[in-house]
Structures are given as C-alpha cells and as structure tokens.
C-alpha cells in the first residue's frame, strides 16, 4: 500500500474548492460502474481525513480514483521520501524518526500566530463593531480553525488551535445571543466549554459557565445565574473570568433581592484589583475598573437600597463611554447605563429624567441581549405608576417599535426562521449539547424533553 502524501492531496482538494463530502462524492462519481462496491459515503469521508491526516496508506485503487478525480495522471500523485532505514538494532535511529514524524505538521510558518491575532481583534471589536458582521467572521475562522485540526499538526499545535476555537465558539455564543439567536449561542457556548476542557484551558471552560450565567439572567432564570456563576468560579482561578463571574453572581442575587450581591461585587473588586490592568481595555474577555463601574451600576439599582451609590456607578460609567470627540466608545454600556440611570429617576419621582434617561438608552444602536427586556420592564412599571401619563405611552411606544423591529421572538432573543442566521452545527468530536442548567444530565430529562426557557413577561417581578 503506498504512502501518498496527505498533504498534497489536501492541496488538491482545496484548490478544486471541495469540502471533505464533495470529495467523497467526487471518488464515487470517478468510480463509475464500480459505485456499488464503494463503501458508504459517511465511511468514505472518514477515510479521506485519515488519508489526509496521514494516519493511514492509499491503496491502488484509490490512488487511481483520486487521479481521476483530479484529472491528472496517477504518476503524479505525490508519494513523499521513505524514511532512512535503520540499522538492525539502531534504537536511536527509530526514536530519531518517531521524533521526526511527532513534529510533522501541515501548518504554515505564522499560521498559529495569525489566527490568534485575528481571534483577538474580534474579541476587541464587540464593544462596539456590528455583531452580524462579527459573527459572520468569526463563524467563518472557528470553521477554519476546526478544519485544520484534521490535519497534520504537532500536540502543540493541536492544543493551540483548540484554545483558539474555545475563544472563537466562546464569542460567538455572545454574538448569537446578542443577534437574537438563542439556538445557536447555546450551541457555541457548548462548543466553547467542550474545547476548553479538551485543550486543558479552565479559564474558556469558566468563561462559558459565564455566558451560561448571562443567558439565564436575560431569560429570568435568576437562581441559575447563581449557580452558573459559582460553577464557573471554581473553574476560572484568579483570572478576569473570576472577577466577571463574581459580577454575574452579584447581579443574579440583586435581581432576587439578596444582600449577597454585595458581598459578591466586592469579591469580584478583591480579585480585580491582583490583577494586572488589560492590555487592551476593550477585549470582551478582559475586565478592567470602568467596566466594574458599569455592573456595580446595575447592581446597586437592582437592589434599591442605596440609589445614590447605584447613580453614582451609572454616572461615571455613562461619562467614560463617551470620548472627548464626542464618539461613543462602549455603545452597549451607554445604553444600559442610561437605562439604570433612568430606573432611579423613576422611582425618586421624576418622570421627565426617567423618559429622557429611557429614550437615550434605545437610541444606541449597538445593543446587548438586555436592553430591550429591562426597557420593556421598565415601561410597564411607570405605566402602573402613571397610567394616564403620554409621555409614558409614548416611551412603551418607542420599546414597541424596538422590539418589532427585532426578527421574531420575545425581547431580543429569536428562535424562529427569521433569527440570526448561523452556520454552526454541533459536532460530536468537538462539541455535544450541554446541560441548561448545572447538574442536569447532557441529554436533557428522562424522557428526552429539554427545560422550557422561561421569559419575563412585562409584569415580571423584581427590581430593575
């Protein structure tokens, strides 16, 4: 059986801009009459990846298929150079040649590097940089990443790029959810955990117990942010995801009226204040002093017992997402923070700070996954205090008009045929479904149902 050079035919498939199935299609079309004896097509697309991988030999008759395929001779198939041959008993050659083949890699001079630095722009571009675009992109490098850990790579390399799509799948749960797509940001942060815990990487695994945390605080689940956070707390060591998860649970007991909230928020100060000041303040896996400004807002708001601290963090964070330019550097925080400070107005009594603090926070265009929900909350409250008040209905109209805008589905998120449109498909190697909620199995209940997502309607209890 010959060796035939994986690469090369690696090269030849990309080139003729085939995907893996099309090839194994292309060889049981190049078959002809012989169809029938072909093996099927999922164990074909196997072989492919072995043969490519070089982790197995190309028989004759597959060379001459591929050939075919590619329309060139069989005597130009590439076959690369038999390894010296060693000496009887010459151990050292052997383990020579074993070390040779362990550091063979397909992968470019740079290509490591360049995916990296690609995977950090994004992440520093979600403040602020059109989330559909961003998902598009990065879907396009996660599928890119995946794709070249088919192939020949030293262990390093191989754990490189699993850290890579853990941050790339990790960003692209936040994208989804912030698009609408709910499905799909499940299926990324899944896909997230599943590559941090194959690469060793407890901060990505912590991360995506974050985003779990923050589905679950959208959608109401306020005893599961909780725990997500505190599952992904034992995970994330001294890390800037330790101090977002500290955050996270701070909001999710504020939201249930605990007290605990404020021990959690200065847990998150303590392990902020160790580390060092990011390097790039704007990464969405990186927490600094003003972003910290920004959740204590929310969170003293939520809890209601000290407005005048909960104005003050809102404040601040309101004013440094604005640059002496007058552009705005942090769309998504603004706007939230507008809404904290227009939760406080409301309940000190001033209607026309609260309207004009509201109707700022829904001119940002750059929106999270909360905005609209707490906006629509926020609406409903003052319609109880004020139920004759036109500015009020004018303000329920504006959230109205938000959330049908919006592809179908309640507040921001969608789970129609209109959603977010996403590629990403669970693959089993790589990434399975995991539980909605801590503790429960990977597949669901015993009779294969899922949870039903709870969403707040507009009288949702708890504080704003």
């Given amino acids: 059986m010959a060796r035939v050079n994986g690469s090369w035919l690696r090269s030849q498939r990309r080139a003729q801009g085939w995907d893996v199935p099309q090839m194994a299609r292309r060889l049981a079309a190049a078959a002809g009459e012989d169809r029938g004896s072909m093996p099927s097509h999922e164990t074909l697309t196997g072989y492919i990846r072995r043969w490519e991988a070089g982790r ?5 008759r597959y060379e001459l298929l591929f050939a075919k395929a590619f329309g060139v001779e069989r005597a130009e198939i590439e076959v690369p150079p038999s390894a010296p041959q060693a000496a009887q008993g010459d151990d050292a050659l052997d383990l020579i040649e074993l070390a040779r083949q362990a550091e063979r890699s397909d992968l470019g001079h740079g290509t490591l590097e360049a995916l990296c630095a690609v995977k950090e722009r994004l992440c520093r571009d979600y403040p602020s940089g059109s989330a559909g675009e961003l998902a598009r992109r990065g879907t396009g490098y996660l599928r890119y990443v995946l794709g070249l850990l088919d192939g020949r790579v030293s262990l390093a390399e191989h754990r490189e790029l699993l850290v890579t799509g853990g941050w790339l799948a990790a960003l692209l749960g936040c994208l989804y ?15 997230a955990r599943n590559l941090g815990q194959q690469a060793g990487h407890n901060e990505i695994v912590a991360w995506s117990c974050e985003l779990a945390a923050w589905f679950a605080l959208v959608e109401g689940r306020h005893a599961d942010v909780v725990k997500w956070a505190e599952a992904g707390v034992n995970q994330a060591g001294r890390t800037n995801a330790a101090v977002q998860l500290s955050l996270q649970a701070a909001r999710g007991y504020a939201r249930l009226g605990d007290k605990r909230a404020i021990a959690a928020l200065r ?10 000041e990011p390097t790039y303040p704007e990464h969405h896996f990186s927490v600094d002093h003003d972003k910290y400004d920004f959740y204590a807002g929310t969170i003293w708001t939520w809890l209601g017992t000290d407005d005048a601290t ?11 997402c604005v640059l002496p330019t007058g552009s705005i550097q942090w769309p998504m925080r603004l706007a939230i923070s507008k809404l904290d400070l227009a939760v406080i107005a409301g309940r000190r009594g001033d209607l026309d700070e609260a309207i004009a603090c509201g109707t700022a926070a829904l001119q940002v265009p750059r929106r999270s996954a909360q905005l609209l929900p707490r906006a629509a909350e926020f609406g409903y409250r003052l319609a109880a205090q004020y139920p004759r008040e036109h500015l009020v209905r004018e303000y329920r109209d504006l959230v109205r008009t938000a959330r049908q805008a919006l592809p179908s589905g309640t507040g921001q998120q969608a789970n129609g045929p209109h959603a977010a449109p996403c590629s990403l498909r669970a693959n089993t190697t790589r990434a399975r479904r995991f539980p909605a909620r801590p503790g429960d199995s990977a597949e669901g209940r015993a009779d294969g149902s899922h949870r039903p997502v709870h969403r707040p309607g507009p009288g949702f209890p708890g504080a704003l």
């Fill in 267 to 276: 847990a998150g100060r303590r392990i902020l204040d160790e580390l060092p």
């Fill in 56 to 60: 197995a030999g190309v028989s004759e």
């Fill in 310 to 320: 909960a104005a003050k963090h809102a404040r601040i964070a309101a004013a440094r």
């Fill in 177 to 191: 959810y912030d698009l609408g797509n709910t499905g799909a940001a499940e299926v990324a942060r899944a896909m």
